[in-house]
């Protein structure tokens, strides 16, 4: 975007943010110690320390999950009892989705960019910031704590009345979940303020980065569901300890009506987890490909849309717990709606990259398998919310990819595709692109491997949450379980190059990739302050030069 | 443009750095509170469907146990959070008029309604747990006495988490309001910068305002 002829974003020499002004400190190193970190109110320090954990707990997370896969290597219990089995797979999910996917997007990459992204110093209420991180700390403590006092085998769903009678860990577990809501709520809070009072000059609505869109559509539902939530712990937790009735029917309540709180909230969760990802996408394509996106106001309303409508379908979870007929159609129905403002995003993404000049750099590859991933994953959602269809596959591994296929070919993917897009940015160093490219080979014939036959598992019968199977189905899991370990091996692998850059990756330009949205025009990595001068913004943030298809080597500037 | 570098520049101590202006600071201190408002009704709104969805089971049983409800607490407790809700607006009135000492003691007449709405209901749960009339299983009424219909353990399940929900607010607002009050009387308040005062009298407006639902809802329904 132009700026002033000063901050021109398509300099990809030395940082045009530091004509005159010498190079500044950088925030990494702006105020020393660890105190500095602990208490800091910058919004850069705050994500980069989201990063961390989450990605911390994602290892965690995926340990679990690597042990549940090896135990389904056998039929037979090996080194897994079945209450243990029971524990495992839940640490797993309730890590993955409390700890990791549903904070990991916005915490981490939005409390860095969306700032910057605006043109501003920080977000509305960095304070209240500092204090996200804190509680999603304790958060976490809590959930440690679970761990420790013997585990929690209630699946992460928390489904009553199991989860009101069973031994295990559920206050606790409950009484973290309800915490890390907190954490959520008010950074969504944050975020919709920033949006809406702390853009720079000239930074219309119509001008911000999609991904902008993305993490204001998802703050709005961090915001409006997760106090459902809230609630619906508090009630199981009171259910528990007091009795009240209210989820029992031996006295006088009803355990469907804990699924219809409870998925009140969490349907719209999966919305938090996988929104920000499509703003990622929009940002990976247009940016590695050069192009205007195609559909800037479809995608921008259709990210409103996907937050608004996400909270009608919550019934989907519930076809066969015996609700009446007509709710099961009319969730079904809406269902099928939401499909259509996601698929308006594939269309425009396919559109952008058409007459593109492509660069098949890792970012790019991590937005392809995107779209790829993504979008089997959206399609099976469809199967899904057919009511005949999911009679048969409700309870089955067929959701079990499903919803692997969206949240982690979906979300986790384009969590690392932002995480490469941004590296430089963030820590001023370049990754090695070679080691990207294999990486993410890995990572996709890893994933694929892994899930991909679980639709046919599923199809065929496979349940989920068992730890045995009838023999006809060894085959199968053993080709899952060594695609987990390929899966594993890939993401290792992108954790050791990653890391390696930050000691021996060559120091990054201001904007590596042409980008023409303003983080692309603050330092590698950002002063303290993000920009000298506040921008003045007259243009989008996809406004690249037009591409030159001459063949002459020459230029065309609009 | 404006320079952003470390070098000071003159401005009130109120204006945080990230902000350009007061205006700009006031405007997002609103919007958050505003927003925060609707999570809050969110997070009630669980508990007013479970409400709703106990009724519509059990219609008889509700208003058969709520008869044992205390109108008189309810009804003392429904007038002091009104008049608690003026006291708390003519605060933010005496704060944006430049009034410390108008302020102050609204500030400090809030505090005492709510303190009065505490005691209040400190004496009505008195009175339900002496008489049995407890929550879920340590519900016994009965050997007290009192011939309530089957599933009544269910209603004091929800009237004791809805007014304790309810409760816990207050007296997290008593916690505010007197931080607000101690600033107040700093003179830390003007014409210029009023948002604390305004933006905690909006929490409490919606603590009251939750209020004026529960009250009919559980003591009154016919």
């Not at chain 1, 320090?45 to 911390?56: A, F, S």
């Not at chain 1, 300890?241 to 469907?256: A, C, E, H, R, S």
């Not at chain 1, 247009?286 to 996907?306: C, E, P």
């Not at chain 2, 353990?153 to 929900?165: D, E, P, R």
Request: glycine share 10%; net charge neutral; proline share 4%.
């Amino acid at each position: 975007m132009s700026t002033s002829t000063t901050m021109d974003p398509h300099q990809t020499g030395a940082s045009s943010e530091s004509h005159g002004h010498g190079r500044e400190p950088s925030y990494l190193v702006a105020k020393p110690g660890l105190w500095s970190w602990l208490a800091t109110v910058d919004h850069k320090r705050l994500g980069i320390m989201y990063l961390v954990l989450t990605l911390l707990f994602f290892l965690v997370g995926g340990v679990a999950a690597l042990a549940v896969r090896t135990e389904l290597l056998t039929p037979e219990g090996d080194f897994l009892t079945a209450i243990n089995y029971n524990k495992m797979f839940t640490l797993h999910g309730a890590v993955m989705v409390f700890l990791v996917i549903i904070p990991m997007v916005p915490a981490a990459f939005g409390n860095f960019f969306l700032p910057i992204m605006l043109g501003a110093k920080d977000v509305a209420f960095p304070r209240l910031n500092l204090m996200s991180f804190w509680i999603y700390v304790l958060g976490a403590c809590f959930f440690l704590y679970t761990i420790f006092a013997g585990g929690l085998d209630t699946g992460w769903t928390f489904y009553t009345p199991y989860s009101t009678t069973t031994g295990t860990a559920v206050i606790s577990a409950v009484a973290g979940a309800f915490i890390l809501g907190f954490s959520s709520i008010l950074t969504g809070l944050n975020f919709i303020v920033t949006v809406h009072k702390m853009r720079a000059p000239g930074l219309t609505w119509n001008r911000m980065p999609l991904f902008i869109w993305a993490l204001y559509a998802t703050a709005v539902v961090q915001v409006l569901a997760t106090p459902v939530l809230a609630i619906t712990l508090l009630l199981l937790a009171i259910e528990r300890t007091l009795n009240i009735g209210i989820f029992d029917p031996k006295m006088g309540g009803d355990p469907v009506l804990f699924q219809h709180f409870f998925w009140f909230y969490s349907h719209p969760a999966v919305y938090i987890m996988i929104l920000p990802g499509f703003g990622i996408t929009s940002e990976l394509i247009a940016v590695h490909s050069k192009k205007h996106i195609f559909g800037y106001k479809a995608i921008a309303l259709s990210s409103v849309s996907i937050a608004i409508i996400g909270f009608l379908v919550w019934g989907h979870h519930l076809f066969v717990s015996g609700q009446s007929e007509l709710a099961g159609v009319l969730f079904s129905f809406i269902t099928f709606a939401v499909a259509v403002p996601t698929a308006i995003k594939v269309f425009s993404w396919t559109a952008t990259l058409y007459k593109g000049a492509i660069d098949f750099t890792t970012p790019m590859l991590y937005g392809l398998m995107f779209i790829f991933t993504f979008t089997i994953g959206g399609l099976t959602g469809i199967f899904l919310g057919a009511l005949s269809i999911d009679v048969h596959l409700h309870d089955t591994y067929f959701v079990v990819a499903h919803f692997h296929y969206v949240m982690m070919g979906g979300g986790i993917i384009a969590a690392i595709g932002a995480l490469h897009h941004w590296w430089a940015k963030m820590f001023g160093r370049m990754y090695n692109e070679r080691a990207g490219q294999i990486g993410a080979l890995l990572v996709f014939v890893g994933f694929n491997m892994t899930f991909f036959n679980q639709f046919v598992l599923g199809q065929q019968g496979m349940p989920r949450r068992y730890y045995t199977y009838v023999e006809q189905f060894h085959d199968q899991h053993v080709l899952s379980t060594w695609g987990s370990y390929v899966l594993g091996a890939g993401l290792v692998w992108t954790a050791m190059y990653l890391i390696a850059s930050l000691f021996k990756g060559k120091a990054a330009p201001a904007n590596p990739w042409g980008g023409a949205s303003l983080e692309w025009i603050t330092q590698s990595p950002p002063i303290e302050h993000n920009f000298h001068e506040t921008p003045v913004v007259t243009a989008d943030p996809y406004n690249f030069p037009e591409i030159d298809r001459s063949g002459t080597g020459r230029h065309h500037e609009h | 443009m404006r320079p952003q570098g470390a070098e000071p520049h003159p401005h009130p101590s109120y204006l945080q750095h990230h902000f350009d202006n007061r205006e700009q600071q006031a405007s997002a201190a609103k919007l958050g509170m505003w927003v925060f408002l609707a999570t809050e009704i969110l997070m009630f709104s669980g508990l007013f469907l479970g409400y709703f969805i106990i009724r519509m089971f059990y219609p008889e049983m509700v208003l058969g146990a709520h008869e044992h409800l205390s109108k008189t607490a309810g009804g003392i407790n429904t007038v002091v959070l009104i008049t608690s809700s003026f006291t708390m607006a003519l605060g933010v009135r005496a704060a944006q008029t430049n009034n410390r000492k108008q302020c102050v003691w609204m500030l400090a007449l809030t505090i005492l309604c709510a303190g009065i709405f505490m005691v209040v209901k400190y004496f009505e749960y008195s009175s339900k747990f002496h008489h049995g009339m407890l929550p879920g299983r340590f519900y016994h009424a009965y050997d007290f006495g009192y011939d309530l219909p089957k599933y009544a353990h269910v209603f004091f399940g929800i009237y004791f988490t809805m007014t304790g929900l309810h409760g816990v607010h207050v007296l997290v607002g008593m916690g505010v309001l007197t931080w607000v009050l101690i600033r107040a009387k700093r003179g830390e308040f003007s014409a210029e910068y009023y948002t604390p005062v305004e933006n905690v009298g909006l929490y409490w407006h919606l603590v009251d305002l939750v209020w004026i639902f529960l009250f009919p809802l559980l003591y009154l329904v016919k």
